[in-house]
């Protein structure tokens, strides 16, 4: 009787073994790939995220000059720009972009509809009568005034406060 020797690794062990290795060195290495990103908290429902390469447009504390600009990197403190790097905790007010212009269903919306709307009812109502009533212009031009009032009046700026969080957090890609 021959006794034939048992391997451990046969084509099947072998490939088996190969696949979590692969997995293995897989796992290790995604923390290397990981990246930070720059997250403005808004509430626990709404939240922006800025990538590398994303523009942004802030103040920082004790300044009303707006800072704008391309993020170039972004460290676990600091955010990078082309020529200059700031903390999170050192700014105070972040300008409404267009990640944070939809948490807003009318407030941004009020000083483009509003002169349009009152354009078009004066528009309408001599096309209409075929002449400018006056209380028709009274109403449209009350209308485009009121467009024009709420872009000075809604501001363009969300400040960072214990509410409004400004962080970088680390996430894996997936």
């Not at 990538?51 to 707006?66: A, E, I, Q």
Request: glycine fraction near 4%; hydrophobic fraction near 45%.
């Amino acid at each position: 009787m021959v006794k034939k020797s048992i391997h451990f690794f046969t084509d099947k062990n072998r490939i088996l073994a190969t696949i979590s290795l692969f997995f293995v060195i897989l796992f290790f290495c995604s923390a290397s790939f990981s990246q930070n990103y720059l997250l403005f908290n808004k509430n626990q429902y709404r939240h922006a995220i800025y990538n590398v390469g994303d523009d942004v447009s802030f103040r920082t504390t004790g300044s009303r000059k707006k800072i704008s600009g391309k993020i170039v990197a972004i460290s676990d403190s600091a955010i990078i720009f082309n020529s200059f790097s700031v903390a999170p905790k050192d700014v105070s007010n972040i300008y409404v972009d267009a990640k944070t212009k939809v948490w807003f269903v009318f407030r941004y919306k009020y000083e483009v509809v509003l002169p349009i709307i009152g354009a078009g009812y004066i528009l309408i109502d001599a096309v209409n009568t075929d002449r400018f009533d006056s209380q028709t212009l009274v109403v449209g031009l009350a209308l485009i005034g009121a467009g024009m009032l709420a872009r000075i009046i809604i501001p363009r700026t969300i400040a960072i406060n214990d509410r409004h969080k400004l962080v970088i957090i680390r996430r894996a890609d997936p």
